[in-house]
């Protein structure tokens, strides 16, 4: 496979808030340190190849990574909670 594509310094922050993320909970997604995101995001250091690649998904993985729930449906509800709802 090619390469992963190289982010700027504003491409990393851009990631990280469009998401949400602190960079606490994004340095964790990606299992780096705080200081390796804050470094990323200051430019005193790059993202490795394998950080890059797991960059170009993370809109696409980072609920996974996360924990993320999947929303509540009326497939994932009891019977007692069902009986309640129809009253």
Do not use: C
């Not at 491409?11 to 200081?35: E, T, W």
Request: glycine share 6%; charged share 20%.
């Amino acid at each position: 496979p090619a390469p992963p594509p190289p982010l700027s310094t504003q491409d990393v922050i851009h990631l990280r808030k469009r998401m949400g993320y602190s960079q606490a909970v994004f340095a964790g997604a990606l299992n780096v340190s705080v200081k390796t995101v804050q470094s990323w995001e200051q430019g005193t250091k790059q993202p490795s190849q394998a950080a890059l690649r797991l960059l170009e998904f993370f809109p696409q993985i980072a609920p996974g990574l996360l924990g993320a729930k999947k929303p509540r449906t009326k497939t994932w509800r009891t019977k007692a909670s069902l009986a309640r709802v129809r009253q």
